[in-house]
């Protein structure tokens, strides 16, 4: 009996490890069915900043005009993040799944060689009669960003580095102690990280929304421009996971607690700062995050974001939840290579950036002095001082005269016609019958 008993459990225990095993690889594949959608969401995005660029964020406005597309992907990227990731998450543990962030990179890439999501030219329109079908011509793919050698080795170094940081980094899969939060908030290395954060997100919005601070400006295509705008992006990104946790962790423990405890849970300051801080943050992230998807080419920026949302994640989380602490040396050191590697990459893939923005400013500056009409074809004339072209006097056997005897002076008015002289008739031949009529002799005409 005992033998069948000792089978039977080992039966059980393999089957529950098979089915452990097939939950985990479900999980992976919805985790990155996840990140497939945030990268399409991301491009729809980055295509917005180059068509809508012009309008209105919001939509509040008179014109009622605003950036359909940008809300369009940014409701896409949240349908994912809440329905698929928290799917994955149930699934499979977060330190299995982290590191699927990094195909986001290899997926932009895709995109962008094939020309997804760009500007496609519309075909002329073939006669009708040499139409098979009443649907519109299928428009040709737009043009293809080509990542060459060093844009390979700069996402190849990104990847690398995303996926060190998501394994060996903190991972934030424990509840917080809320006392313990409260006390980690009021140490150094959180007051620090929150005052000069924040005052560079701060800066960088006033650069470039204050109109005297114009000219200090970097170039909308500009390295700098992207790495700047996706670091700010990622700062508010954490700040908005963080004050997610806490609610989400206040609301776990106000279900799960007595009358007493739940008085209490809704004294605490740091939920109800969570609470006004969050939405706050959530616009700061979408606004830079708009700034980010316009300022360079899709194999540049998308990595530059999910690089730096993956570092920012952690090192926020693991000053604030004290994630640190529980992570060995080695792991620590390892943790601290894959932030280098990150950095290293974007850099790498900044140089293809600043030769692409380059070509771009060599491009519009040869289109626009194309266009530009030199001063040999077209002259500039002052019609206040230049002088009036004489006049062409025209034929009397070539202008018809009105039939009251009148002439057009010109001016818009009509004035009698005298006759002009025309001359002495030519002196007829010998023997000749002359018909000329004497006008001031002739009886009938007098």
């Known amino acids: 009996m005992s033998a069948c008993n000792a089978t039977a459990s080992s039966a059980d225990d393999a089957e529950a490890v098979q089915a452990e095993v097939v939950l985990k690889y479900t999980g992976i594949a919805v985790s990155v069915l996840s990140t497939f959608c945030s990268t399409m969401a991301f491009l729809v995005i980055k295509r917005s900043t180059e068509l809508e660029k012009d309008l209105p964020l919001c939509f509040f406005n008179k014109a009622r005009r605003w950036r359909k597309r ?60 040499a139409r098979r079908s009443h649907l519109p011509p299928r428009r040709a793919a737009g043009p293809r960003e080509r990542a060459g050698l060093i844009d390979f080795s700069g996402m190849a170094v990104a990847v690398t580095g995303v996926v060190i940081t998501c394994i060996f980094g903190p991972l934030g899969d424990g509840i917080p102690d809320m006392d313990k939060l409260a006390a980690a908030m009021r140490r ?53 996971l963080m004050f997610f946790k806490i609610i ?85 050191a390892l943790f601290l290579v894959g932030v280098l590697l990150v950095l290293v990459g974007l850099v790498i893939l900044s140089k293809s950036q600043a030769k692409r923005a380059r070509e771009s400013r060599r491009v519009r500056r040869e289109s626009a002095a194309s266009t530009e009409p030199s001063a040999e074809r077209r002259p500039s004339v002052d019609m206040a001082t ?57 009886p009938l005409v007098a």
Do not use: H
């Not at 954060?197 to 601070?213: D, I, M, S």
């Not at 279900?255 to 939920?271: K, N, T, V, Y």
């Not at 062409?392 to 009698?416: C, F, V, Y």
């Open 70 to 129: 940008f809300w369009c992907g940014f409701s896409f990227n949240l349908a994912a993040e809440i329905g698929l990731t928290s799917l994955a998450l149930s699934l499979a543990p977060l330190s299995v799944l982290a590191p699927t962030a990094a195909l986001s990179i290899v997926f932009a890439a895709g995109f962008a060689w094939l020309g997804c999501f760009g500007p496609r030219p519309r075909p002329p329109l073939a006669p009708a009669r």
């Open 188 to 240: 150094p290395p959180f007051i620090l990280l929150t005052t000069f954060g924040w005052a560079g997100c701060l800066a960088w919005l006033l650069l470039w929304r204050v109109k005297a601070l114009e000219r200090f400006r970097p170039a909308r295509d500009a390295p700098i421009c992207a790495f700047v705008s996706g670091a700010t992006s990622a700062l508010c990104g954490a700040y908005s």
């Open 386 to 442: 230049s002088p009036t072209p004489p006049q062409r006097k025209r034929s009397p056997s070539r202008t018809p005269s009105p039939p009251d005897g009148s002439t057009d002076t010109g001016s818009g008015t009509s004035a009698p016609s005298s006759p002009e002289p025309l001359g002495d008739p030519p002196a007829a031949a010998p023997g000749a019958v002359s018909l000329a009529i004497d006008y001031d002799n002739d």
């Open 248 to 332: 989400m962790s206040n609301i776990r423990e106000f279900a799960s607690g007595d009358a007493e405890c739940q008085g209490s849970i809704l004294q605490r300051p740091m939920l109800w700062s969570s609470v006004v801080f969050l939405p706050l943050a959530a616009i700061g992230q979408m606004y830079f995050l708009e700034s980010t998807m316009g300022s360079g080419g899709t194999n540049y920026v998308i990595p530059c974001y999910t690089g730096l949302i993956v570092v920012g994640s952690a090192v926020v989380g693991g000053i604030v939840f004290e994630e640190f602490d529980n992570i060995q040396g080695t792991n620590l």
